[in-house]
């Protein structure tokens, strides 16, 4: 499953991801730090959406309430979450 998800509270601007079977195939981050969020991407690829989630919920950039890394745990809730939904609606 992919989606497109937009940020809230962060220098980037959206982000892409691909769900498989609960594990996340493919990422990639629209605006930001372009060499950190290339990093985050290749050590979560291939990882379990909830233990990405486990490790990064909650991390703050800054004097933010949020970050990159949090925002993506938000967006893999989101896919999450519709698949879910569009499972029981079949």
Known sequence: MKITYKTQGT???HIE???ENGIL???AFWG???GNLKGICQLVKGMKTED???KLEGIQCGHRPTS???QLCQALKQ???EKGSSIREH
Request: proline content about 5%; aromatic content about 0%.
């Open 11 to 13: 220098c980037s601007s």
């Open 17 to 19: 991801v691909d769900i």
């Open 25 to 27: 195939k493919d990422v």
């Open 32 to 34: 930001g730090c372009n």
């Open 52 to 54: 990405i989630i486990d």
């Open 68 to 70: 990159c890394p949090d």
């Open 79 to 81: 896919a999450v979450s």
